[in-house]
Each structure stands twice: as structure tokens, then as C-alpha cells.
């Protein structure tokens, strides 16, 4: 297993056809069965085609997880599991903890984790300077309790689970000083003296706090008893007692609740820093994938962002991957096309052989590491085998193909003619699909020196299911080129039975590059072309010379 590797993405191409899907999720299981591991995934970087959901609903399979990028997101950061505390809390222990966490944020969370706020420490200094805002205990009803525990006190009387409900925070003095300023509800700071203490209870304190743990005496708790007034002494004098009481409020009552700048586990690190260079705050909470509080994340953190791990199957062609790949580790490469145009910063395990499907280059490295394939497995290859060589009829298709084919059949328990009938099938059924879903079922993208052009295939059992497919996606390429910003488009329209193929395109001089490809006069907007069922081999090449030859001319 790689060192300090939480999980590789096993991911095919853009659009992905049944190698592409089948050939991540055989190859994840060959990795983690030689490995003894769990941390290779397979991938899907697009919506799957019909073909291929039937052969995943036909052994058993769910449609592998979507990956539309790979560039760090949060969850690749050091994210600071700093928990999150309840509302309740007073600003003074939210203080303490701050300063025993070496943090200056904290979230506040409900009991479901769901996060209802942030407090800074700026939060809580400037509520320590608003020396004048007397009434904040009453207004942000604070419970008795956060008044003993800041205090550090001892309640004679009362309940602490009850709270504070109104009044102002004053200091008792003398009787006479406290006639016009203390008010029923008022948390009084009193000393020792006797009168004092009485007369503040006189008046319908709320709180009677005795600072310095001056003595009370039992007539005064009487009275107080009668009065509803709670008690509260204190070692702290009444300087100290009256600096800190309001640091006993809830952090509820402070902290931020709207317009929270938060990010989740998948915000990309990027975007995170971006957000980030416009906010005055330092840190920012953190959500999980169902909107839980999991920690905090800071600037510096983003710094260390680690990359992900990828290993790329049945495409090496930038532009067929996902987005993000310059910003990942590509561990390895397997596949069966021509070397495109994917660099990787250091040395991976390249695999390309000229083979008809990457899921026969997976076969054999099954019996190479002398792993056994499980029969579901199996099912998978096999699909991806007869779909990729048009259950043999492609030119590309090789005789290792063949023998992996039938290899795979036997394990998967396959007759290979009446299931790729059932499988090719599936695949044509244009039921309920959209121009746009039969388009991107098998749709990539290429380049010649400065022109990027787009190459999609359907396979079909059935003339009349091809020409259905042709009224249905003809109309549709001058869009599709458009929202893929190609200047060329071309459409293969394949007959499996007949290996044969119909050409469709969009795009200025599309028409006279065909030409010129395949040697065909087109007709009504169709090229027609016998024996023409690869695109991989007979058509993607046929177009780069056609276009090299076009651009060397007009150089």
C-alpha cells in the first residue's frame, strides 16, 4: 500500500463508454485485492450510457460515484478538528477554551451537530469593552449558572439551571446611593453590610452577588427567599466582580449567525481562496458532505493541500480526462489508445498496449499477479471486450482479445452471441432519450496542431435503429458543438452487423475533410462507409492526417 495514501481514483474518460466504466472498476479491485487494501475506488467522470447500465444492472453493480474534478479540495487539507460548543456557553469559559486550544475561532452547534455560529476572540474583547451596555445579562437571558462559574462563586440561594431575565447590572452602595438606581429585576454587587444587602432585596433584585464571599446573613436569605431573589457570593471584589460579570452572557448572545462564511469537505482549495482573500475572518467552519460541523479551516492550511491520486484508465488524451488532472498525482496510466497528449510531473506506471479494449490488458494483469476474477468481475471485461471490438467485428480487435473474451465467458458463465445481442440492444433503445443523452453516450475529443474537433459513435444491431438515432442526433451536432466549442463535429453511426458505418457532421469544411479522409462523396449530408466501424483505428486517424495535410498546405 503507498505510504500516507488516504485513496486513489481509478477514472476513466469524459462521456465514459462500458471499457471505460468496467475496465475502473476491474482494475480497483485488481489493485486492492494484490495490495491488500481498500483505498482504490473506481470512478466515473460522466453519465453512463444505457449500454452500460445494463451491463452493471446484469452483474450486480451500482453505477460507480461521479467525479467531475481532482484538484484539492478541503477535505485534502490539515482540517483543525477544533469541536463545536454549545450556545449555551458563556463568553467567559468560550475564553478559557480559546485559550487553552490555542485557537481565536470557535462554532457553536446544535445537538445535531448543525452549526449556528462562529465567535471570534475579537467577538468576545470588544463585548469585554462595552463597559456601559449594563442590561446585556437580562437581555441575552443569561442562566445563573454562567454567573456562578464566572465568578467563580457559590449560590446560597436560587436555582442556577434559571435565568436572567431583565434589569441592569449595578453596584450597591449605601441605601441612600441605591434609592433611585437600582430598579425591580437589577443584578445588585454588594459587600458586606447588612443594610445594603437588605434594602437591595427591598427593592426586587433580581440577583443579590456578594462579593469578597462576604458573610450573609440568615435573616437577609430569608427575605431574599420571599422576595424570589437569588444569591450568588464571590471570592472577587466589586472592582473585579463588576469587570467580568457580563463575560458570563451566552456566546448565543455574541456571535455570528447570518452570513456565515463557511466551506464544505468538497469546496475546492482554490475557490476556498479565493473566498478567503475577501473576508476579514481567519478561520472559516467547515461542513460535511450532509451540512455537519466537522472543524475549521485557515488560509495556511490551504498551503498544504495534498494532491489527489489518480490512476487513469482507457484514455491518456487531456482533454477526454477530468478537470484538475495538472493538479493531481497520475500514479498510472492503462490503456489502448494512442499516446495523447497527458504529462505527469514524475515517473508512473504507463501501460498501452494495441489491443481492441483496456479491459483485456486488466485481464491479463490478473493472471499475471495470480489473482482469481471474480464471475462478476468477469461479466464486467467481457461487456467492456464486446463493446469496444463490436463483438469482434472491429479491426482492432486482436486475438488476445479474443481468448480474453472467451477466458471471461467461461468464468462469468456467458454465452457470448446472445448477450452481446441483449447488450448492443440495450444500448440502441432510444426510448425516452434526448438528442443530448444519445450524443454524450460515446463522445471525445481530440486535436491536430490548432484544431480541436470532437469524434461521438453509437453501435447498432439494426438499421432501423440507426436511422433512428440519425433523425434524432443530426439535428442536434450544430448545438452540441456549440456547448463543447468545437469548430468540427462528426458523428459515427455503426451497423455491428453489417460493419458498416454512416457519417454525420457539423462544422466549415467538415464535409470536404471527409472527403478527403475516407475518399467518399457524401450525399444528402450522410458519408457512407463500408467496412468502417473503429473509431480508434480507422477514423480518428484517417481525420488527423486529413487535417495535417490541410494545415501544412495552408502554412
Known amino acids: 500500500m503507498p505510504e500516507g495514501i488516504r485513496k486513489v481514483n481509478v477514472i476513466g ?44 444492472r446484469h452483474f450486480g453493480f451500482n453505477e460507480p460515484e461521479l467525479i467531475t474534478s481532482v484538484t484539492p479540495q478541503i477535505k485534502d487539507t490539515e482540517i483543525q478538528r477544533q469541536g463545536g460548543i454549545d450556545g449555551e456557553m458563556s463568553l467567559f ?16 452547534t446544535d445537538e445535531e451537530n448543525n452549526l449556528e455560529g462562529i465567535i471570534a476572540v475579537k467577538d468576545i474583547a470588544n463585548a469585554n469593552m462595552d463597559v456601559f451596555d449594563m442590561s446585556v445579562i437580562g437581555e441575552s437571558h443569561t442562566c445563573y449558572a454562567n454567573i456562578v462559574d464566572t465568578l467563580k462563586g457559590e449560590m446560597l440561594l436560587g436555582d442556577p439551571t434559571d435565568r436572567a431575565k431583565r434589569g441592569n447590572v449595578c453596584v450597591g452602595t449605601t441605601p441612600e446611593m441605591m434609592e433611585d438606581t437600582v430598579h425591580p429585576g437589577d443584578i445588585v454587587l454588594v459587600t458586606n453590610r447588612y443594610e445594603t444587602q437588605q434594602f437591595a432585596v427591598e427593592c ?35 472592582y473585579a466582580a463588576a469587570r467580568i460579570i457580563s463575560m458570563s452572557i451566552p456566546v448565543r448572545a455574541k456571535m455570528l449567525s447570518e452570513g456565515i462564511l463557511k466551506v464544505s469537505v468538497n469546496t475546492a482549495v482554490d475557490d476556498a481562496r479565493k ?5 476579514r475572518h481567519r478561520f472559516f467552519p467547515v461542513i460535511d458532505e450532509n451540512s455537519k460541523y466537522v472543524g475549521l479551516v485557515s488560509s495556511p492550511n490551504l498551503l498544504a493541500a495534498k494532491k489527489k491520486h489518480v490512476i487513469l484508465v482507457d484514455h491518456n488524451e487531456r482533454s477526454q480526462s477530468v478537470e484538475g488532472l495538472e493538479q493531481a498525482e497520475i500514479m498510472e496510466i492503462i490503456d489502448h489508445h494512442r499516446i495523447g497528449s497527458i504529462e505527469t510531473e ?48 472491429s479491426p482492432t480487435c486482436t486475438q488476445f482479445d479474443r481468448d480474453a473474451a472467451k477466458m471471461l465467458a467461461k468464468i462469468a458463465d456467458v454465452d457470448i452471441d446472445s448477450y452481446a445481442d441483449e447488450m448492443f440492444e440495450a444500448g440502441a433503445d432510444l426510448t425516452g432519450r434526448t438528442a443530448e443523452e444519445v450524443f454524450g453516450g460515446d463522445f471525445k475529443i481530440f486535436s491536430r496542431g490548432n484544431v480541436k474537433f470532437g469524434v461521438g459513435q ?75 466501424v473503429s473509431r480508434k483505428k480507422q477514423v480518428i486517424p484517417a481525420l488527423m492526417a486529413t487535417l495535417q495535410s490541410i494545415q501544412e498546405g495552408v502554412d
Open 13 to 56: 474518460h469524459l462521456h465514459p463508454d462500458t471499457d471505460s466504466i468496467c475496465s475502473a472498476i476491474a482494475y480497483a479491485h485488481l489493485k486492492n485485492e494484490v495490495e491488500h487494501t481498500t483505498i482504490y475506488e473506481p470512478r466515473r467522470a460522466g453519465t453512463i450510457n444505457r449500454e452500460t447500465a445494463f451491463v452493471l
Open 346 to 393: 514524475g515517473p508512473a506506471y504507463f501501460r498501452n498496449m494495441p489491443v481492441g479494449c483496456t479491459c483485456t490488458i486488466v485481464y491479463m494483469m490478473y493472471n499475471e499477479n495470480g489473482v482469481e476474477i471474480p464471475k462478476d468481475i468477469a461479466g464486467l471485461m467481457l461487456s467492456a471486450i464486446l463493446s469496444d471490438t463490436l463483438a469482434f467485428r
Open 458 to 532: 453509437g453501435s447498432y444491431m439494426t438499421e432501423k435503429s440507426r436511422k433512428a438515432a440519425e433523425k434524432l442526433v443530426g439535428p442536434y451536432l450544430r448545438e452540441a458543438a456549440a456547448l463543447e466549442e468545437l469548430p468540427l463535429v462528426f458523428y459515427l453511426f455503426t451497423d455491428v452487423k453489417s460493419s458498416s458505418s454512416e457519417m454525420l457532421w457539423y462544422g466549415e469544411g467538415a464535409e470536404d475533410i471527409i472527403s478527403r479522409a475516407f475518399d467518399t462523396d457524401p450525399e444528402d449530408g450522410i458519408a457512407r462507409l463500408p467496412g468502417v
Open 204 to 238: 426586587e433584585a433580581s440577583c443579590l452577588v456578594v462579593c469578597c464571599s462576604a458573610h450573609v446573613s440568615s435573616k437577609v436569605i430569608a427575605s431574599a427567599e420571599r422576595h424570589g431573589c437569588t444569591i450568588i457570593t464571590t471570592p472577587y471584589d466589586t
Open 275 to 279: 473566498m478567503m482573500a475577501h473576508s
Open 93 to 108: 469559559s468560550a475564553w478559557n477554551l480559546m485559550r487553552e486550544a490555542k485557537a481565536d475561532t470557535l462554532c457553536i
